[in-house]
């Protein structure tokens, strides 16, 4: 089982209610979507340091070929789309399990 961690920090410019509450939804969408995706989380933090990321995303795939199959997905690609008005940063991980 492969792990796909991304970690989304919002701009400064965009609304980070609005934006995490979109993002959440288009994200939690794609299960419906992607037979590829096995399992997804998607967290909204509550912490207020500066450091802190704004979002979360946990998902799951049954190996590398599957992650690729979720990252060249249309839908997918209209998240990514999206990410790109409102990110300021990500930062990514993805590991076997």
Not at 18 to 45: C, Q, T
């Amino acid at each position: 089982m492969l792990r796909h961690i991304v970690m989304i920090k919002f701009a400064d410019g965009a609304s980070k209610d609005k934006a995490s509450v979109e993002l959440k939804k288009m994200l939690n969408d794609l299960l419906a979507d992607i037979p590829e995706l096995k399992r997804m989380e998607v967290g909204l933090n509550v912490n207020t340091k500066a450091s802190a990321f704004d979002l979360v995303l946990t998902s799951d795939f049954d190996d590398e070929n599957g992650l690729n199959a979720y990252r060249e997905h249309p839908e997918h690609q209209k998240v990514l789309d999206y990410l790109q008005s409102v990110m300021e940063k990500a930062a990514v991980v993805d590991y076997y399990m």
